[in-house]
């Protein structure tokens, strides 16, 4: 078994953007609209702080594979955390772009691309994870959940 972590981060670039993009009109309002109150002004300063953190730890999302686990989440919360020995087989799908959520089946997007990896479970459930170089991925599970001899 491999004892290195895999871990593979993608920017969220909308959630970014989003946070941005309120943050400024809502500076720019404050500004002309108050004129340096100071109250204002400490508001809008705490309001930045809070947005830059929330721009920080939301607008990430991280792939992690170590010899135990599968973790796919963010800084704030961990969507999905798989056991490594409870896979069944991992294979590579094209990616199925409908939001499809059951107790057999989940699907997690990081990447905006059409193939998938698959890790079917041995109880049965298939979770796909939508994401770019699904090889890399698939490989990395392989080594994990094939014994070394």
């Not at 999302?61 to 919360?77: A, Y």
């Not at 107790?103 to 079917?120: C, G, P, R, Y």
Request: aromatic share 8%.
């Amino acid at each position: 078994m491999s004892s290195k972590s895999f871990k593979r981060v993608k920017a969220n670039w909308l959630i970014i953007v989003m946070l941005v993009g309120t943050y400024i009109p809502t500076l720019l309002a404050c500004i002309f609209l108050v004129k340096g109150s100071a109250f204002v002004i400490e508001g809008l300063a705490a309001m930045g702080v809070i947005w830059v953190f929330a721009g920080l730890l939301s607008g990430r999302t991280k792939l992690t594979i170590n010899d135990e686990f599968l973790i796919i989440g963010s800084d704030l919360w961990t969507y999905v955390k798989i056991r490594i020995p409870k896979i069944k087989h991992v294979i590579i799908v094209e990616a199925n772009l409908r939001r499809k959520r059951n107790a057999k089946f989940e699907k997690h997007k990081i990447d905006s691309v059409t193939q998938a990896v698959s890790i079917m479970m041995k109880n049965g459930k298939t979770y796909q994870i939508i994401i770019k170089d699904p090889e890399i991925i698939k490989d990395e599970l392989e080594q994990r959940i094939t014994p070394s001899h």
